[in-house]
């Protein structure tokens, strides 16, 4: 190709996503796309200033990274105490942590649904950009943008409730929780039960009728094959908070099964890039080029035998039968999955909150140090996350890994994003809602860069298209 | 005993001799803030907060080491005093790297309610973000530098009651610090008898145990008095 042909399309920043990020196509010389690059241009650097703190502070250092899923690093790392430790956390601390992962996970998959994509299914890909967001449904949908907030508050209140505190919970501890659930509480939280079970099925409606309506659209929206990673329970049902890890293929054949999260750099290995600051990880027995796969809500439904709950079990055999029982690679079907998901955890929370142990306070089994490595594994809402600690003699860590979902979907997301340009862009005839669905298939993967910032309605995005030596030759503004 | 009398915040008192402002102004239910006071320890006004005016004087004083003298006229409460309680609250929190959202103490710290009590909304010094050792060489606490504000209740808990002088002061300045025997890590110390009382006398999440995590630290300052007193009784 001749370099001086080559031209450039920068969509920056990428909006209604948790995080800062921007995207770059390559065009060639006809004006199709060559290339596309998914850039994650914020760093934080936990790991590196972590190290030297006590191991027990880091299940409330580490939530600090994100406001959307701050119980899963919470989760991840006090795991990891506890193999450090080398104790088992009581029943009830166990079932305590179990309800606020699920009430994050509704929470998040609330906000990533209701608040941010929801917009783009009930007022249009190509609607006017500054009302296509959260207010603008509640313009439209008052009834829906109302009861989106709402679930989104249910996820929120079951941490308050459990913990004291919304966001950043207070008295995750090794062994278990460091406060009791009160009666008064629990009642509280099952009396939202009937509400959120309503919202989440309506959010299902919404998202089913989208597919009837546009199914030449999901059907063909970034549906290369990856294989996809998850956990499992013992029979092979999705699990959220804890369990084994699966991995399987493209045509859904089981590649590794019950696998202990503590193995995991057996089979996962990462590779930094020039062009962003998260790392490219990849199933080490494929390679960098084959071993691309993928993690959250539809990696999850993808390689669980079967869900936990009864609601949840039969949209769980719509969507397997949309595979004819192999995975589901549509990217658009993340909603779906997510809503799925949504719905198992408000069955499962109504299931633990009438654990006649809940309200026990036997919540905290005690040990001290005794390891100098642990590694911690659970589901945060966009998939799997790993937290891993070294630490000298006194329990000061020496080097902390922290392996987050966003990054494992990295490199699908990048292939997902080339394949959506090849489909929507043609040289500089460049539409927004054109742009619109660009972004909107990174915010398929519902992508925490940071995160704690994410933007409501249109931010201001400048794309320009560039040739080789940097000239501008078209640029559109949107505001 | 014999008595004086003296005036604190308009008030007229008939107060003991040989008691220090602050030991009257508490019998009194005259609040005064605190740090590096600890009932049972030896005042040594280090942290400038119990700062009072004297009618006559040309300087503010500490009141946990000033003796009250017949006819003083003592105030507490002047905007001058509210005024370099705050300066002094601000630059505790920008000396080190004071940050209560990931502390074990948050919740239950002296130096947070400082903030709060000083109305301290923002910080206009500095930060001066020095590089501070966290010591969890010992098996049971950890001692992190971090957080520590320099009242040396530790020191006094540890030498004036528990007899042991595990802790000491080094270096001047912002390069102070608080040193096991002769700065060794403290797991490796001959003296300390990891008796915990320097964890309750500690008002911050410098020194905290181990097993604990944040929402789960409850220190007993008040313990270092009772032992006082409690000596004294059986003497």
Redesign the interface.
């Known amino acids: 190709m001749d370099s001086s042909t080559k031209r450039q399309i920068l969509i920056s920043p990428v909006t209604r996503i948790e995080g800062h990020a921007k995207i770059t196509l390559q065009l060639d010389e006809n004006g199709n796309v060559d290339g596309a690059f998914f850039h994650v241009n914020e760093f934080r650097g936990f790991e590196k200033f972590c190290e030297g703190r006590m191991y027990t502070e880091m299940p409330i250092i580490t939530p600090r990274i994100c406001g959307i899923c701050p119980i899963s690093h919470s989760i991840a790392s006090v795991k990891a105490c506890e193999m450090i430790q080398g104790i088992t956390p009581t029943h009830t601390g166990n079932q305590l942590r179990r309800l606020i992962q699920l009430g994050q996970a509704l929470s998040s998959h609330a906000l990533s649904f209701f608040h941010l994509s929801s917009p783009d299914f009930l007022l249009g890909y190509d609607s006017d950009p500054s009302k296509r967001n959260i207010l603008g449904l509640a313009d439209k949908y008052p009834d829906i943008a109302l009861r989106g907030i709402r679930l989104r508050k249910f996820g929120q209140e079951i941490s308050e409730r459990v913990t004291g505190k919304k966001i950043h919970i207070a008295g995750i501890a090794p062994g278990g929780m460091a406060f009791p659930l009160t009666e008064h509480n629990r009642k509280a939280l099952l009396a939202w039960i009937h509400e959120a079970t309503e919202t989440v099925q309506i959010g299902i409606g919404i998202i089913k009728k989208f597919h009837e309506e546009n199914e030449a659209m999901v059907k063909s929206f970034a549906t290369s094959p990856t294989l996809y990673m998850g956990t499992v329970g013992p029979d092979g049902e999705m699990e959220l908070y804890d369990g084994k890890l699966r991995f399987v293929d493209v045509d859904g054949t089981i590649l590794q099964d019950q696998l202990d999260p503590a193995r995991y750099l057996e089979f996962i290995a990462e590779r930094s890039v020039s062009w962003s600051y998260l790392k490219y990880p990849y199933y080490k027995p494929y390679g960098f080029d084959k071993g691309f796969y993928r993690v959250g809500p539809l990696a999850r439904l993808n390689i669980a035998s079967k869900m936990k709950t009864p609601k949840a079990q039969k949209e769980f055999e719509i969507f397997k039968a949309i595979g004819n029982g192999k995975p589901v690679h549509g990217t658009f079907y993340f909603h779906y999955a997510r809503l799925i998901e949504a719905l198992g955890c408000v069955e499962e929370a109504e299931r633990i909150l009438h654990d006649h142990e809940i309200t026990s306070e036997n919540i905290q089994a005690h040990g001290r140090w005794n390891y100098a490595e642990g590694i911690g594994c659970t589901e945060a809402p966009r998939g799997t996350l790993f937290h891993h600690y070294k630490t000298d003699d006194t329990g000061k860590l020496i080097n902390v890994n922290l392996l987050i979902a966003t990054g494992q979907n990295n490199p699908s997301m990048n292939r997902s994003v080339l394949e959506v340009a090849k489909q929507y862009v043609k040289g500089n005839d460049i539409q927004e809602g054109m742009l619109n669905r660009v972004e909107s298939t990174i915010r398929c993967y519902d992508p925490c860069l940071s995160c704690s910032t994410h933007a409501v309605g249109a931010m201001p995005m400048v794309v320009e298209v560039k040739d080789a030596d940097g000239n501008i030759v078209k640029r559109i503004e949107r505001n | 005993m014999p008595k004086i009398s003296v005036t604190i915040d308009d008030k007229k008192l008939d107060v003991d001799v040989g008691k220090t402002i602050l030991e009257v102004c508490k019998e009194n239910g005259i609040e005064i803030l605190t740090m590096c006071h600890l009932k049972g320890l030896t005042d040594v006004g280090a942290c400038r907060l119990c700062l009072v005016e004297i009618e006559g004087v040309n300087k503010l004083l500490s009141a946990c080491t000033t003796k009250i003298a017949a006819n003083m006229i003592i105030r507490t409460k002047t905007e001058k005093i509210k005024r370099y309680q705050r300066i002094t609250s601000e630059l505790f929190f920008a000396e080190r790297n004071h940050v209560c959202?990931?502390c074990?103490a948050?919740?239950k710290c002296d130096l947070q309610k400082l903030g709060y009590k000083t109305e301290m909304n923002h910080i206009r010094y500095p930060y001066l973000f020095p590089e501070c050792?966290?010591d969890?060489?010992h098996?049971w606490y950890?001692l992190d530098h971090n957080r520590c504000i320099m009242c040396t209740r530790c020191v006094r808990a540890c030498g004036e009651v528990e007899g042991a002088h595990n802790w000491n002061v080094m270096n001047r300045g912002y390069q102070v610090r608080i040193i096991s025997d002769f700065d060794t890590p403290w797991?490796e110390s001959v003296t300390c008898t990891s008796c915990g009382k320097c964890v309750h006398a500690c008002p911050t999440g410098a020194i905290w145990p181990?097993?604990?995590?944040?929402?789960?630290l409850e220190k007993k300052p008040e313990i270092i008095g009772e032992l006082v007193e409690k000596r004294k009784m059986n003497l």
Do not use: D, E, L, R
């Open positions: 959202s990931v074990v948050n919740g050792n966290v969890t060489s098996p950890v797991g181990k097993a604990i995590v944040q929402g789960q």
